[in-house]
């Protein structure tokens, strides 16, 4: 079992930022792919970045939506996985939620997923 708590969430204008974290604990962290996903009212849970270790280095992938304003990073260390939003924009506004499971762009790939955290963007 892997358990995920995010946080970092809250109410941001427009072209403003956040950072998530999102803390794991139980199984060997690094052998996880770390994704976020997010929900917004009335519509479909979506991809938003993934990371995975493997061979000492990160990989990551992006949604085209997202590329170029947040960066998914992740620390072994510490059991943690971030999201550095920026150029936040009103349609950026979900509950964003973390999970963890095998590296890929899909909902269904990711076994743990934590309770989600709020994300609004004021336009």
């Known amino acids: 079992q892997v358990q995920l708590v995010e946080s970092g969430g809250g109410l941001v204008q427009a072209g403003g930022s956040l950072r998530l974290s999102c803390a794991a604990s139980?199984?060997?962290?690094?052998?996880?792919?770390m994704g976020w996903f997010r929900q917004a009212p009335g519509k479909e849970r979506e991809f938003v970045a993934t990371?995975?270790?493997?061979?000492?280095?990160?990989?990551?992938a992006y949604a085209d939506f997202v590329k170029g304003r947040f960066t998914i990073s992740r620390d072994n260390a510490k059991n943690t996985v971030y999201l550095q939003m920026n150029s936040l924009k009103s349609e950026d506004t979900a509950v964003y939620y973390c999970?963890?499971?095998?590296?890929?762009?899909?909902?269904?790939?990711?076994?743990?997923w934590g309770q989600g955290t709020q994300v609004t963007v004021s336009s």
């Open positions: 990371t995975r270790w493997s061979g000492g280095s990160a990989t990551y």
């Open positions: 999970a963890a499971g095998t590296y890929g762009l899909g909902r269904y790939e990711y076994e743990y």
């Open positions: 139980g199984r060997t962290f690094s052998n996880y792919a």
